[in-house]
């Protein structure tokens, strides 16, 4: 069975600090994908990223940048220069091939970012 | 492109009773995935529907059962409801199997 760990419950930074969260996943499938959202307070699950099993290309957008490591099961997110708006929960989730021939993910608990002034 | 809509946003109802949520995916997208989140389970899978099927399904009991319209618009529906089915549920829209799934702002349910 799939799992993804991200053993961080909660992180509390000051603004303008960098912070990475960390998130270890577990996959017997060859391909697959690995996803970061962002859940507000709202409740919403916003979409960071998606990365490919193929290609470890680490990916920059803006302050926000991703470290895969396929040698380690590893997905890091790091955002830099943090700001208080980045509170939020922050999920790393994998995607499994269901047998229906669909896609199904499966989250890790999150993390909890909070970032103050 | 409109995003991801669910209805209604909030819900309250009592032990024993049913309700239907409604999911209206992003236009083009064919695939409909349901999730709970509650504080004690986090994020599970429901179901998954592709052009009105079913394809994959999690491991909730009978009473979680869903349907998808031919216009993408998917419906979820939870009978005999338990104190432990409010939730959070999320449904999400995908278009090209392992792709980015989006997500609904989510329904609410609170059972009492």
């Known amino acids: 069975a799939q799992k993804v760990t991200q053993a961080q419950t909660e992180i509390s930074v000051v603004e303008k600090e960098d912070v990475t969260l960390d998130c270890v996943y577990e996959?017997?499938?060859?391909?697959?994908?690995l996803f970061w959202y962002k859940q507000p307070p709202s409740g919403e699950l916003v979409f960071l990223i998606r990365?490919?099993?193929?290609?470890?290309q680490n990916e920059i957008s803006g302050r926000y940048s991703w470290n895969f490591q396929k040698s380690t099961s590893s997905f890091n997110f790091t955002i830099t220069a943090s700001q208080v708006v980045d509170s939020a929960v922050y999920f790393c989730?994998?995607?499994?091939?269901?047998?229906?021939?669909?896609?199904?993910?499966?989250f890790g608990t999150g993390t909890q970012l909070k970032v103050e002034l | 492109k409109a995003g991801v809509t669910q209805t209604p946003r909030y819900l309250i109802k009592t032990r024993g009773q049913q309700v239907t949520l409604s999911c209206s995916p992003i236009?083009?997208?064919?695939?409909v995935s349901w999730y709970q989140q509650t504080p004690g389970q986090g994020l599970q899978f429901l179901f998954e529907?592709?052009?009105?099927?079913?394809?994959n399904k999690g491991n909730f009991p009978g009473r979680f059962s869903g349907r998808q319209f031919s216009n993408s618009r998917s419906e979820m529906n939870v009978s005999t409801l338990e104190l432990g089915d409010s939730a959070l549920y999320l449904c999400?829209?995908?278009?090209?199997?392992?792709?980015?799934?989006?997500f609904g702002p989510g329904t609410r349910l609170t059972v009492l």
């Open positions: 999400a829209s995908g278009d090209r199997g392992l792709d980015e799934q989006f």
């Open positions: 996959t017997r499938d060859t391909t697959y994908y």
């Open positions: 990365r490919n099993s193929f290609d470890e």
């Open positions: 989730a994998l995607s499994e091939r269901g047998t229906g021939g669909g896609n199904k993910l499966t």
């Open positions: 236009s083009g997208h064919r695939s």
């Open positions: 529907y592709f052009s009105e099927t079913q394809r």
